[in-house]
């Protein structure tokens, strides 16, 4: 079956632009995780959503980003004025079950350079 | 705060040689560990879950350890081959659900 896919996988954006990072989860799982992973270091969490309801976003570095899973399937990341520390590879993940020691799964990730 | 460490940052070694991976926490609250493995310009791919009721899991080569009490997971590959050659992430996942990730172990195996 059809892993996570994260579209676009690529994206260069410039300075004070806004762009949407698009995560489709494997079909039925509830969990959603939004990653960060800055070059040569090691993901950081972001936000977590449940169905269509987001329980945690403590990790958003700013109110620049903003995520949603409206109908608690496809997810999307936006970030607002990008800067250029906002270059990095973003993760997405989901996992079957809440509540949980479930394994989550990646998809390949969508590079984003602000130039 | 979860911290996660892992050494070494960096590892190269001879084909056919046994290895071993370390991975530390500061938390030992956890679900469950796992290990992940990434090639350079991709994803994460899964290789181990460890829930914390468990103390090792086993895929062919790959054998993960966890010590929960002292905070440490160990990955051991055995009979390394050059397409091993990856970053590998350790991962706790605490009671708030999301993954907190080591800074990886960039391994080399050479021909």
């Known amino acids: 079956g059809a892993g996570v896919s994260q579209s676009p996988r690529y994206k260069v954006a410039k300075r004070g632009q806004d762009v949407a990072l698009r995560c489709d989860p494997i079909?039925?799982?509830?969990?959603l995780f939004w990653y960060q992973q800055a070059l040569g270091q090691g993901p950081e969490f972001l936000t977590y959503?449940?169905?269509?309801?987001?329980?945690?976003k403590s990790g958003l570095p700013s109110d620049r980003f903003f995520a949603e899973r409206p109908e608690g399937s496809v997810s999307t990341l936006k970030i607002q004025r990008t800067q250029q520390e906002d270059s990095a590879v973003y993760l997405c993940?989901?996992?079957?079950?809440?509540?949980?020691?479930?394994?989550?799964?990646f998809g390949p990730g969508t590079r984003l350079t602000v130039t | 705060k979860q911290e996660v460490t892992q050494i070494p940052a960096a590892l190269s070694v001879p084909e056919g040689e046994n290895l071993v991976l370390n991975c530390s926490f500061t938390?030992?609250?956890?679900?469950?560990l796992q290990w992940f493995r990434q090639d350079p310009g991709k994803g994460l791919t899964s290789l181990l879950l460890?829930?914390?009721?468990?103390r090792e899991q086993t895929s062919g080569r790959l054998n993960a350890s966890l010590d929960k009490s002292s905070g440490r997971s160990t990955l051991y590959i055995a009979a390394s081959q050059p397409g091993d050659s990856a970053t590998y992430l350790c991962?706790?996942?605490?009671?708030?659900?999301?993954?907190?990730f080591g800074p990886g172990t960039r391994l080399s195996v050479l021909p």
């Open positions: 993940a989901s996992s079957l079950i809440a509540g949980g020691p479930y394994e989550q799964y």
């Open positions: 079909s039925g799982h509830v969990s």
């Open positions: 959503f449940q169905n269509e309801a987001q329980l945690d």
């Open positions: 938390d030992s609250a956890i679900y469950n």
């Open positions: 460890i829930q914390s009721s468990q």
């Open positions: 991962a706790v996942q605490t009671y708030g659900q999301n993954f907190v």
